[in-house]
């Protein structure tokens, strides 16, 4: 029973997501795009950079910046980064890496295929969204040397261009490296494709690149020097000399059994920090452990020789990267903690057959923090596989964590979790994490960035169309107890809010709804009173709004459109496409269903309201007879209310409203949840007259007649 509450908690998770439910469409061009990477715009925002297929079956590149609001700063279709395609290779353009040019733009680097053989390119964009002066089209070439490049990676060189690293298959298997300037030619004195930066054992890969904060670069990579993979390092100054040991590198690890993918951050000190996936244990490669070291800006390692074990728990634990049809990429698997310390997330398999997420928190001097767990803190262990853990700073010491869920049933969710400093879940989220999306199909391989005020932006690859792949971002922050908003009253608005569980509402407003310019308040987490026990069909859910506006007495002039999100748990046991909002008559007691759309894919609920009160998503089933029809408003003042709503019908219900002589001026049909709704208007489309009129309600087997009130 505990193990089930705890699992539901996750469901309802929550922490305050900004966007629209589920996340919002980065790009919404027809075709395939995949594999986002983000970066913080440094504004609030970020940018954001994609493979795409929308071309053909070759990948393509662009990008998008998106404000704190969400909205797009560039062209709706993206920015071109590359669009140089080869005509067989469906891995045209991958593996991509990008990293800011301190000043609002951004570098982004990739693989290229436009060749006979795999080619290093870049480009560098603006914050406007422009190719900067100097660049060109479809990039700047960095290396196109006739053996093959792969897997770059790309730092800022602080003084406007950057340095980039990769492997390179000339003369075996090495690390390159270059360093290309702000306006896109390569820095002077560095050779034409590339520096080789270490001349040590032949098979290195997986290179991984920091600025070492002095204009100059620290680069860690793995490397077979001695029979099995190892890992190296190496400092380069800006004119790409080496700083450590010559051209042979400074060992980090050389300890038995392979140990690769590295990772690489600034230690904030002229250093490194640096993680890797080690089989020191298992000469297999299948039982992995993590491990770390921290590199000083002279090369020396400040930790325990070959490295400190950040986990080596019992059962295989790894670093996310991506290396499937991607190419290699580092992801953000370590950050500094800014006090010469290091985060760390990773995948771990201790708990059984599926991973769980861990996280470690390491102190300058390679103790575990305080309050952190030796082996690891657990970020998540709920049912099922989770992968793809990366992580960014909370901007006040702690960190956000985000990957890949399979709790909710065969694909995969989004889930985050916010850690404090001191290792502990940051108030108002929940045991095993937030969802932040779990649209349909697989949302996977999540990116995030920092939005610079406490919260972050999360981009990810998401089916949820079951055709083919898109790209969707959400900013999630802390949430706020309610939303007041003014509005002006000859312009189109929407107000927005968040509650406590992760649930949107959104109230979208059109021009001269009001009178007068107005303040509305959404309270997402009201007191939702109980459903009563003469309304039989109704149940009721956790999710609601309150809706308040400054003067309570002023009317609609049309009616305005509120859509509610929910959660998978928020649904448990009832069936979306008969849920509905319902508004608290807090004169009969009872709520009272309106017409709804549901929209399972983006889990929300709208309706068209004409008055503000308490909300609720409810499941409302059709009465199985007439008995209980009703009209609300009943009187209906015209020119006031804009709707009246016909409920407890039969789901074959037919309504028809007649003048007293018997004359019909309108006939609507019951939904499935037996409802209905008339706008007051005859067929000419004019307000129908005051007076009583008879609504004649027939399904074929029962009838009824109630009589309504029109009043002006
Ligand atoms: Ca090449
Ligand atoms: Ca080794
Ligand atoms: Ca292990
Ligand atoms: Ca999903």
Known sequence: MGLCLLIGAGNYAYSGVKWA????????????????????????????AWQDLRDGSAYTIYAQRIDASGASK?????????????????????????????????????????????????????????????????????CTNGWDQATPCVTSDGAGGAFIAWHDARSGAFIYAQRVDANGSMHSGWTTNGIQICSGGDTQGTPTIASDGAGGAIIAWSERRGGNDDIYAQRIDGAGTPQWNGNTGTAICTA????????????????????????????????????AQRVGSSGVVQWAANGLAICNAAGNQYLAVLNASSGYTPLAT?????????????????????????????DANGSVHSGWTANGTVICTASGAKDNAVLTGDGVGGIIITWQDSRNGTDNDIYAQRIDENGSIHSGWA????????????????????????????????????????????????????????ITAGSDSSVTATS??????????????????????????????????????FTGTTVGVEITLSDATLALNKPVTLTIGYLPGDITGLTASQLVLCYYNTTSGKWIPLVSTVDPITGTVSAKITHFSIYRIMQVVAAATLDSAKAYPNPFLGGVHTLVNFINLTSAAKVSIHTLRGEK???????????????GKAASGSLVGPGVYLVLINDGTNRKIIKLAVER
């Not at 075709?31 to 970020?46: C, E, F, I, K, L």
């Not at 080869?86 to 990293?99: D, F, H, K, N, R």
């Not at 001026?665 to 706008?679: H, I, K, Q, R």
């Open 334 to 362: 370590l950050m500094s903690d800014g006090s010469g310390g290091a985060f760390f997330a990773w995948q771990d398999m201790r708990g059984g057959s599926v991973n769980d997420i861990y996280a470690q928190r390491v």
């Open 431 to 486: 045991i095993n994490g937030t969802a932040i999306c779990t649209a349909v199909q697989d949302q996977t391989l999540p990116s995030i960035a920092s939005d610079g005020s406490s919260g972050a932006i999360i981009a990810w690859t998401d089916y949820r169309n079951g055709v083919d792949n898109k790209i969707f971002a959400q900013r999630i922050s802390d949430a706020v107890s309610s939303t007041s908003t003014n």
């Open 21 to 48: 439910s589920n996340g919002a469409a980065v790009c919404t061009v027809a075709g395939s795009r995949d594999t986002p990477v983000t970066m913080s715009d440094g504004a609030g925002g970020v940018i954001i």
């Open 665 to 679: 001026v309108a006939e609507v049909l019951a939904n499935s949840a037996g409802l209905a709704t008339w706008d």
């Open 256 to 291: 038995a059994g392979d140990q690769y993918f590295p990772v690489i951050k600034n230690d904030g000190s002229g250093g490194a920090i640096i993680s890797w996936a080690d089989f020191r244990d298992d000469v297999t490669d299948t039982i992995g452990d993590i491990y």
């Open 74 to 142: 560039w062209a709706a279709t993206g920015v071109t980064i590359s669009t140089a395609e080869a005509s067989s290779l469906s891995t045209a353009q991958i593996a991509l890496s990008i990293a800011s040019d301190g000043a609002g733009g951004a570098f982004i680097v990739w693989q290229s295929y436009r060749a006979a053989s795999g080619d290093i390119y870049a480009q560098r964009i603006d914050a406007d969204g422009n190719i900067h002066s100097g660049w060109t089209a479809n990039g700047v070439a960095i």
């Open 500 to 537: 406590s569980g992760g649930n949107i509402t959104t109230l979208t407003i059109a021009a001269n709804t009001f009178s007068t310019n107005v303040t509305i308040t959404l309270n997402p987490n009201p007191t939702l009173p109980g459903v009563p026990a003469g309304q039989t069909g």
